[in-house]
Each structure stands twice: as C-alpha cells, then as structure tokens.
C-alpha cells in the first residue's frame, strides 16, 4: 500500500508538471499572436493554426490538471 501511495504522488506531481508546461506553451503562442516580427503581424494563414494549437495546449494543460487532482484526492481518502 505504500508503495502504490508512493507512486500516486509521483503521478501527480508528474500531471501538475505537465499541466504548467503546457499552460506556460499556450501562453508564449498566445503572446506570440500579438507581438509583431519585423514590422508586420503575422501571416493571416498562420494564425488559425496558432490559435488551433494553443486551444489543444490549454485542453491538454485541463486533462493532465484533473488527472493530478483524481491522484491527490486517493491520496487524502487514503490518508482518511
């Protein structure tokens, strides 16, 4: 049983880092969208294929966040 306690709390530490790392990818895109390159926005064409794949960071940022919250609450039922 410890070891599987064990084991629980690496995965959620795991899925809370995978959360932030994907939160702080959509952030820099999402920045990236408004900040102009050498003196012009960027491609029009680009632009819905950025905004795509921040959406897909944030909904991968939300999974891995409610995985690491499913672990933590076995974990205080455990404790319990």
């Not at 809370?16 to 064409?45: K, N």
């Not at 905004?51 to 940022?61: R, Y």
């Not at 499913?70 to 455990?78: A, F, H, M, N, T």
Request: positive net charge; aromatic residues 18%.
């Amino acid at each position: 049983m410890q070891h599987e306690q064990k084991q629980w709390k690496e995965k959620a530490a795991d899925y809370q880092t995978y959360a932030m790392v994907l939160l702080a990818f959509s952030v820099f895109f999402y920045i990236g969208l408004f900040i102009p390159a050498d003196q012009s926005m960027m491609a029009l064409e680009k632009k819905p294929f950025l905004l795509g794949l921040i959406i897909i960071f944030l909904i991968g940022a939300f999974y891995f966040y409610k995985k690491a919250v499913k672990y933590i609450r076995l974990l205080r039922e455990l404790d319990q």
